[in-house]
């Protein structure tokens, strides 16, 4: 399952009604099981963490038990301050898994001071108005530099293999910020270029050869082609 691990609100009359929406929402959010059962128990101690913090609330879970033995987890929200999260290094760390925490800032101009303090994430998502989104250009250099894609107005993942995909980032995020995973440019992080200069046709790889016999597409001088 995807969600984001960390959600930051200004402190305003609608925000009320948006955390009882995903409160009620949670209740519904059936538990998953993790890939490992270290993974899931690592999900649990994390968990736990953030509900034993001074000033960290719960707004919402899932209305399911989860069982231990098919490695489990359930939806949990969980809601803080600014102070608080200033205050708690901990709760910069990513609880990876079914688990967000919003945290209640004053005022807009704090999402930029708190996205200083990012570390690499893989993505993040700005909602708000197509003006907003101009008159915050600052927050959205900012991370420019602290993840690899920047969702507006939607949620990651959304995978899907083509050319315009990027799923990477700035450590930890990936341990090399400067290719993708996932699509068509992946290719470069998962491959080491070889140069066959000079080679006679016999002796080059079938995908160099002249003749093409797998018929795939190259560049050729140039151009695409797979004659």
């Known amino acids: 399952m995807t969600n984001p691990g960390v959600l930051l609100a200004v402190d305003a009359p609608p ?3 948006f955390l009882d929406a995903i409160a009620r929402a949670a209740l519904s959010v059936a ?11 690592a999900f649990h101690n994390g968990l736990g963490r953030l509900r034993g913090t001074r000033g ?13 033995n ?20 901990h709760l910069w760390g990513e609880v990876f898994g079914p688990a967000s925490i919003v945290i209640v800032c004053p005022t807009a101009d704090d999402f930029t ?3 200083r303090h990012l570390e690499g994430h ?12 101009e008159v915050f250009g600052d927050l959205v250099r900012l991370l420019e530099r602290r993840v690899g894609r920047i969702v507006f107005n939607g949620f990651p993942t959304g995978i899907e293999v083509c050319s315009a995909m990027h799923h990477g980032g700035p450590y930890p995020a990936t341990t090399d910020e400067h290719f993708t995973s996932i699509g068509t440019a992946s290719i470069e992080r998962f491959v080491r270029p070889i140069c066959y200069q000079g080679f006679t ?15 795939i597409w190259r560049l050729v001088d140039g151009r695409r082609t797979n004659q």
């Open 113 to 115: 001071s708190v996205a």
């Open 70 to 89: 098919r490695s489990q987890a359930a939806c949990a929200i969980l809601k803080t301050d600014l102070a608080t999260l200033e205050a708690q290094p």
């Open 122 to 133: 893989l993505t993040a998502s700005i909602h708000g108005t197509d003006a907003e989104l």
């Open 15 to 17: 925000l009320a009604a």
């Open 31 to 41: 538990p998953s099981t993790m890939l490992t059962a270290g993974i899931c128990e």
């Open 201 to 215: 046709q016999s002796a080059l790889p079938p995908e160099l050869s002249d003749a093409n016999p797998r018929g």
């Open 56 to 68: 960290v609330s719960i707004i919402g879970e899932s209305g399911a038990a989860i069982d231990r």
